[in-house]
């Protein structure tokens, strides 16, 4: 009788043997939790596409960092909606924004205990939907450049530590960067949406942050799925420009990206688990077809195996909840 010569069984004999032979782990502490906030909103709002998910008023806003907080999650990222939109996005850049008071109000209350971020885009806040501004029928990348570098800089008046610009303009990285330092915000970092992808993962959040293009789609901005050097030079530039974190985005269907950028550049790399990734499991498990919990920890983990420092996900609560039941 021959033996195989190989018996990698051994490693998985035990609980214990299996604890030491683990590779991946995911902890709160890996993770970035999503924070709506709505102007003139009384109550929280249940965003209906993403279970569990809501949009809250900016009074419920330090009592859901506080949860996060107390969860061991290290930072938020936060998104706001806006009563007001125009055609040139003023209310993303008003010091009274939506998103300024609530990056003042947690600044005030946590002061360093937790990472604000803060999305950097106009999507939510044009009358057209789209991330840029739109001069005759196009979106005007260096016009939008302009416009994108005062939302930053309002955001670190308020008190934001890390900008996250999605809006995928050319040169948004570079314009931020040298927005904050003249303003003095050497400290402010940049992660940025470098490699984010024209996807249909999004339709979720267009829903919980009312941002869905009112014509057309985002082809001319985002990259194309099919494209992985073209991703990867999106990457390259953001690093040239000055980013801090890179991100690639969706997370699931673009895993060969973040192992991509994990291999070949030395830069703390960002995983957006985006809001389609979220609904496919929520949905899924609520007709009993897959294990929520055990689901949402494997995808967390590829994520992480495949080479992410740091997931933003819409599950980044409830994971958090039982990672702790379990320690
Ligand atoms: C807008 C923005 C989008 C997401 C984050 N910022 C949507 C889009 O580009 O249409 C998607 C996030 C998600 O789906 O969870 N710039």
Redesign the pocket.
Known sequence: MSFPTRRLRRLRVSEKMRELARQTTVTPKDLICPVFVQEDLKTRVKVKSMTEIERLPLEDVNDEVGAISDLGIPAIMLFGIPSQKDASGTSAFDKNGIVQKAISQIRGSFDDRIVIMA?V?L?QFTSTGH?GIIHGNKIDNDASLNTLTKIAVSQAKAGVDTVSP??MMDGQVAAIRKALDDEGFVDVSIMSHSA?HRSN??S???DAAE?APKFGD?KTY?VPYTNDRESMMEVESDISEGADIVMIKPALSYLDLIAKTRREFNIPVAA?S???EYALVKAASQLGLVDERGVTEEILHSIKRAGADMIVTYFAKSASSAFLQES
């Open positions: 999305d885009c999507c991330c999605s809006a984010k993962f999004y979720p959040f267009r941002c985002r985002q957006y985006v809001s389609g």
